[in-house]
């Protein structure tokens, strides 16, 4: 198996039934790849329609609610994949996507993940890519902008990129530990992850040929409590564990974002 893409679902019926939609109509076969749902602990609606699918999909169900990090691991342990995919149910991927991403790693030795180019359904672009400031904060590069331009439109090594879609070699994702269990239920497992592989000697790769719709805050308004509130935690977290790395960093400016979207490959 060359691909299992693995997308953790919680409430949020038409997210998912959407987002498989444009999954089965917009990704090549010309490779095999397998797709992972991790139930985790929905409505009875949407638990119910999951269970429509059969052998279409590999299901795994929870009967409590995990989190984003945990699922996401949870799949991956159950997945086959030479390259694992963390795919969010409030995406909508578009023609091409995946072979991009599969391209990306095929091609690029140095590279141990890549992510998509993401955009608001509107149309306008949310991330190329990201930075992390020297104070732990992010930057969705190009955030508002117009995805054409030439500046967000070549394959480029970045900080990190959206676990929205972010394609990991399976190799390395288990020799580090998965997502790192301190940032459950979400936030900042993303930026962790990449910041381990960057570490080891790999690249993350930002690529502009996977286009993806991310319908931002979905997956995270279908958790309880207002899951946001982690954002903040868990960015006290990561600047405790990569504090000796962020100093190496800019600061948080606007003046210093065109110089940090692009991470030097031995940086």
């Not at 590279?111 to 992390?132: C, F, N, V, W």
């Not at 580090?176 to 910041?195: K, N």
Request: hydrophobic content about 40%; proline content about 6%.
């Amino acid at each position: 198996m060359l691909v299992s893409i693995i997308i953790p679902v919680h409430n949020q019926l038409e997210h998912i039934q959407s987002c498989l939609e444009a999954l089965w109509r917009n990704t090549s076969r010309t490779f095999p790849w397998e797709l992972t749902l991790v139930d985790d602990n929905s409505d009875r609606e949407t638990a119910t329609w999951l269970q429509t699918l059969g052998s279409a999909v590999r299901l795994i169900s929870n009967s409590t609610n995990l989190g984003f990090v945990h699922a996401c691991n949870q799949g991956a342990a159950a997945s086959r994949g030479k390259y694992l995919l963390f795919l969010n149910s409030d995406t909508r991927p578009l023609p091409g996507w995946l072979t991009a991403l599969v391209a990306a790693l095929e091609e690029n030795s140095r590279a141990g993940a890549a992510g998509a180019k993401l955009l608001y359904p509107d149309g306008r672009l949310q991330e190329a890519g990201s930075i992390i400031w020297r104070d732990g904060s992010g930057w969705n590069y190009g955030r508002g902008d117009d995805p054409a331009l030439p500046k967000y439109n070549y394959p480029r090594p970045v900080d990190y990129c959206s676990g929205a879609c972010l394609m990991v070699r399976a190799d390395l994702f288990r020799s580090l530990g998965g997502f790192d269990p301190r940032y459950a239920p979400m936030y900042y497992e993303d930026a962790d992850l990449c910041f381990g592989l960057r570490q080891a000697g790999w690249a993350v790769l930002y690529v502009p040929g996977a286009a993806v719709i991310h319908y931002d805050g979905g997956t995270a308004a279908a958790g309880s409590g207002g899951w946001r509130r982690y954002m903040a935690v868990n960015r006290e977290k990561f600047v405790a564990k990569w504090k000796d790395v962020l100093r190496y960093h800019y600061p948080p400016s606007p003046e210093n974002v065109e110089q940090a979207c692009c991470r030097p490959l031995d940086a």
